[in-house]
């Protein structure tokens, strides 16, 4: 998470128009029907808007205006789908903004990082598992789940220090490759952390995710056998 100050106007508007956009099409693609009419539905988005915004309370913040804290957006796209969890990613932030844990004037920004990115990349991720209609829980589990965390933690810090230099308003250290190593170190436990909330669905409330095909998955074992 990055504090305004560490922006540029023309940054903040322009992360500011883009969020816009991306949140004016979730609301356009959400199922609000179905919101309405199941109540389950309901609370699985509530419950992960508080999860996501007591995730994001734990957070180390430093003096140059950086927050690290970990992200849990690829749990939320594959518990909700992508329009409301884009949705679940505001409202979380907005938590944030009225404790004075965010800025308002970059909100956009850190929005386009911490929800549309990871969420962008989940979504693809399970868009090509899915395609791919595998029949085994695993490949579930790993390529909707863990690897697209890892990916999206990385994007989001790439993305992130690539704003910061451009911006040219933050004093990047002259030993800035050196941490390239430490990557795995915030990619893993992100990785960790999603896979095993997916994990502990799949096993103990498939029908909560939205994203999980549980007549393929979870099918006997012996209806892919030929017939004896």
Do not use: K
Request: with cysteine; net charge negative; charged share 15%.
């Amino acid at each position: 998470m990055i504090a305004a100050d560490l922006l540029a106007s023309t940054t903040q508007l322009i992360g500011g128009l883009f969020y816009l956009g991306l949140m004016l099409h979730a609301i356009w693609r959400a199922p609000w029907l179905e919101l309405f009419s199941d109540s389950r539905r309901q609370h699985l988005l509530f419950g992960t808007v508080l999860a996501l915004f007591l995730l994001w309370l734990v957070r180390r913040d430093f003096v140059s205006g950086l927050s690290f804290h970990f992200i849990g957006m690829t749990a939320v796209t594959l518990l909700l789908d992508w329009p409301l969890a884009m949705l679940a990613g505001l409202a979380a932030q907005v938590g944030l903004l009225l404790l004075g844990r965010q800025d308002l004037a970059a909100l956009g920004v850190n929005g386009l990082l911490l929800v549309a990115i990871p969420v962008s990349i989940t979504e693809g991720c399970a868009l090509l598992v899915e395609r791919a209609q595998p029949r085994n829980l695993f490949v579930y589990i790993f390529c909707s789940g863990f690897f697209p965390a890892a990916l999206s933690a990385l994007a989001c810090l790439l993305a992130g220090f690539g704003v910061l230099w451009m911006d040219g308003r933050y004093e990047m250290p002259p030993w800035l490759l050196d941490y390239l190593g430490y990557l795995w170190l915030v990619m893993f436990p992100e990785a960790f952390i999603n896979g095993a909330v997916v994990s502990g669905l799949v096993v103990y409330c498939p029908e909560w995710l939205e994203t999980f095909n549980r007549s393929r998955y979870l099918q006997a074992p012996w209806r892919d056998d030929e017939p004896q």
